[in-house]
């Protein structure tokens, strides 16, 4: 697997000093409200796991599946609802919890959708942001780091399914989806 990555774009180290901020952010504007963390599978779930033990207050968590990637490194367009929560939203604060910011696409439906359901709030948290390949604007209320218009893997990210267990935010060596 270590032969498949060309390099480390953000290491594990840059990711978890990030997470330490955000969670203490996250547990200052939340204090005594309630709050739900929706992590969005598969990718997002390495994220959520880490930052949901930086969170100093009470909350509740879900899960939601959505796909727009098939096997390809390029996006769809299309989202496509392969779980949704269970939990009820309505008059809770909802914080999405997402790997990577891309296009936009993902988190503007799933913005739409979760403000169908009566929540106090919606508002977003990703652990990287590409913002050069947006094609829909979306407000990101608590951003990781910036990365470059690059295909990464690692950090919950797969290529056809693989390398979510990497530790670090990598690039995938062009060989791997060239062969
Ligand atoms: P968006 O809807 O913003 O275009 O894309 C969101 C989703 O596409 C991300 O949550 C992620 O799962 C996937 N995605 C976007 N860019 C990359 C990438 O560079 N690598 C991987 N593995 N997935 C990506």
Redesign the pocket.
């Known amino acids: 697997m270590q032969g498949d990555i060309e390099e480390i774009l953000v290491s594990r180290e840059v990711l978890n000093e990030r997470i330490r901020e955000l969670g203490k952010r996250i547990s200052q504007d939340y204090a005594g409200k309630d709050l739900v963390l929706v992590g969005?599978l598969k990718?997002g779930f390495v994220f959520l796991a880490d930052l949901m033990r930086e969170i100093t207050i009470p909350v509740d968590m879900d899960f939601i599946s959505v796909s727009?990637?098939g096997n390809s490194t390029k996006?769809s367009g299309i989202v496509r609802l392969i779980k949704d929560i269970d939990i009820n939203i309505a008059g809770k604060h909802v914080l999405i919890v997402?790997?990577?910011?891309?296009?936009?696409?993902?988190?503007k439906h799933l913005k739409e959708l979760f403000n169908t359901r009566g929540p106090l709030s919606v508002k977003i948290c990703t652990a990287l942001d590409?913002p050069s390949r947006r094609k829909v604007e979306i407000d990101i209320d608590y951003e990781g780091i910036e990365i470059p218009d690059k295909?990464?893997?690692g950090y919950g990210?797969?290529?056809a399914g693989k390398y979510r267990n990497l530790p670090d935010v990598c690039t995938l060596s062009p060989k791997v989806y060239m062969d």
Do not use: A, M, Q, R
């Open positions: 969005v990718g727009s990637y996006t997402e790997d990577l910011v891309d296009t936009g696409l993902t988190l590409k295909f990464v893997i990210l797969d290529y």
